[in-house]
């Protein structure tokens, strides 16, 4: 089966936004088996988004065009598949009443442009409206005497991802004679290159390619960590979790604690879910990291509960004033120990983490470019834990990957704890 | 003149990468009055290659193609653009030997298949490689009787950028039969809404829609801050920069100092310039924002000879045991002086600026999401400065909208010394 993809809206076409709806369909699309074989951005004109309907369905068997779906006079995607269709649009009441009924809910007027979004080709079948005022479409259209599908979805990746997995990929599904059901499952990874996951997963990805399913795709994401994939097709919800769950326990066999989290757990929630779990309160003190770190932490809903702050400690006077450092080396182990002391100490925290290094341009201390020193203080009882590790040579690359180095090794001691 | 553009790659589709280069070139061509009306992604394969290069320029005077130049066996634009031109493709003896000579400066032995980027249509122009070891094609496609144009630059971004500047562009203007000089900037701003920089400048903008060149675009880029960009043509350089400042002129003379930098300058490196032109140091303390202010200002190469650090008082009891904050409330104007205070006394900085607020999901001493109180203590001899603001309800908007505002003030109050 093959379902392109057509995103709408001049400002793509100028640049203004990138385009990261298609390429978040082309990875759910191969995810399920369907090849998407042309993805095309187009301006907000009706005949040229007509003309390329028509186009990528002569061969394509299904069609998803984002954008274009708004309240406004340049939102023309219902117009142009109506052309396409050869029908007219009609104001579908339920519709209208639901996007009333939003505005009235928000005590807010109803600029009268909205009720086009209730307007629908005749025939088209409604994908109800839940996050945004737009509902999705699913058109049928014929070309050559061949049955064909347009999905018409909002441009609004949000609401775009709702309505694909609610509505869109299920349809596709069942159009494909392959009503199957797919589920996925991402193992984030931290501590090992793809190449030595591959190693490590040598035997797995054997079978793997003599089964045919679940499939495993490596997707290597910066501090997001390096992502193993598992996706898996069963007759039903049951079967496909029971495969899933088969590979993902053998997986996890070999990869033993390179796993951190699963599906959207990040390094960050995964530190302060342990931490929360074992009542500690965690602290940090950054120098080559800038704030970096302590920023990502507190990106998380509710990580007051148990990250009390940081010392940043960017100038070597700062380490000796705030947090009493004494080496005189500041990017060495020794220095990033008596950082992460002081700032448990400081901070009144459980636990702290420290971070010293070198991002660049210069050297320094006579450390190259690269070098970061971590340290973990505490719990109590618990001698400091100091590391030194070699990190990508330019700047921001260098403080991304000390930051989810660093609070790997505040996982791996919550995990040594806890054990 | 039209110009459409074709990103080569499986993984595009696959979504293994984000398409971003298309974008650059349609805001690139929309500058120099070129319009991008279809911009396709296809994977690597020759004949769909060839037959999108022939649909697109059906309609288009010209083609940019980007990526599919490498080595390997699945980079096959050459072969794509040598198809649909109807010749073969030879080897260019001089590309060649460059190609063996990067590796040889490298000191690294050149894999075999490193020659395949020698091959070149015949009929084709080359650009000279500078920064990879692929050269970019010029190829003349006759269709349907007319003669057009196809580029191919490699997929790399800065190398795509490099070479469409300095060989597709120029050609371009030179086809377009406008071999005009194309200049422009950008004025960054913050402090007012895109419909407030409109109004203000609603004179200039009348007068420059009906002179045609400049042309004026706004920019809305999150925490960049909102972008007015000027692009001039002109017979040639000294022409085209002479319009550029006598409109760059007219802006400046209706925004003020709502501009803070010009181009490639941020928020930050405009703080850290005013702050090392004066001899001043800063310092910080963080509660709303959690590090990222530092870890912004710490992104900057250079940083640390003004930025001394920063107090991430996250937790109530870190601001009154660090920073010696006494208020009750602690989302509010006193305990932001309070923090201010307390950083610059704790970490010896000249200034020192404070960020306490409410990013959600709940609001905070009855304080809403969105409120930011923001104050700047120092240099010695001024009062400290306090604001309330409001900024987005949405946690990750309402962090980053919180890093410029309190920038931008710092900016004013050194702004208001220097005069």
């Keep these: 089966m093959r379902c ?56 394509a068997d299904a069609l998803i065009i984002c954008g274009g779906l708004g309240p406004t006079h340049d939102d023309v995607t ?41 307007q629908v080709p005749v025939g088209a079948q409604i994908i109800a409206q ?15 005497g061949v049955s064909k599908v347009v999905f018409a979805v909002p441009g609004v990746p949000h609401e775009l991802h709702e309505m694909c997995e609610r509505a869109v990929f299920p349809a596709l599904a069942e159009r494909s004679g392959d009503p199957a059901v797919i589920v996925s499952r991402v193992l984030r990874t931290w501590g090992e290159s793809e190449s030595g996951l591959s190693e490590r997963l040598a035997g797995v990805i054997a079978d793997l390619d003599e089964v045919g399913n679940p499939t495993l795709a490596f997707l290597a994401s910066g501090w997001e960590g390096l992502k193993v994939r598992l996706t898996a097709k069963g007759a039903d919800t049951e079967a496909a979790m029971g495969l899933l ?17 699963v599906d ?53 006077e700062a380490k000796r004033s705030v947090l ?11 220095a990033a120990a008596e950082m992460a002391e002081g700032a448990r100490r400081v901070l009144n925290s459980d636990l702290a983490v420290a971070l010293t290094g070198v991002a ?25 834990v100091v590391r030194t590790l070699r990190m990508p040579g330019q700047r921001e690359p260098m403080r991304q990957m000390s930051v989810i180095t660093a609070l790997d090794i505040v996982r791996r001691r919550l995990e040594s704890i806890g054990d």
């Design 324 to 334: 009493s450092v004494e080496s005189d080396l500041v990017v060495s182990e020794h």
């Design 78 to 118: 219902r117009e142009a598949i109506a052309a396409v269709m050869g029908v007219e649009l009609r104001v579908d009441d339920e519709v209208a009443d639901r996007i009333l009924e939003m505005f009235a809910s928000r005590g807010r007027r109803m600029p009268q442009n909205n009720l086009r979004q209730a």
């Design 245 to 261: 769950e088969e590979y993902e326990e053998r997986i996890r066999f070999e990869l033993g604690d390179l796993v951190f989290g």
């Design 130 to 144: 839940r996050r945004g005022t737009a509902p999705g479409l699913i058109c049928p259209v014929e070309v050559d």
């Design 264 to 316: 959207d757990e990040t390094m960050e929630s995964v530190v302060l879910d342990l931490c929360r779990r074992s009542g500690f309160t965690l602290g940090a003190a950054e120098s080559v990291t800038g704030g970096l770190l302590s920023g990502r932490l507190t990106a998380v809903p509710g990580a007051s509960d148990v990250f009390v702050g940081s010392v940043v400690s960017y100038a070597t």
């Design 4 to 59: 392109d993809v057509l995103a709408v809206g001049t400002e793509l076409l100028l640049g203004q936004i990138i385009d990261s709806n298609s390429a978040w369909l082309g990875e759910q699309l191969a995810a399920r088996g369907i090849d998407s074989l042309l993805q095309v951005k187009v301006g907000d004109n009706t005949a040229r988004i007509a003309a390329e309907i028509e186009r990528l369905l002569r061969s």
């Design 360 to 384: 660049g341009p210069d050297e320094q201390d006579g450390m190259p470019v690269g070098t970061l020193c971590v340290a973990v203080s505490g719990p109590d009882g618990l001698e400091t």
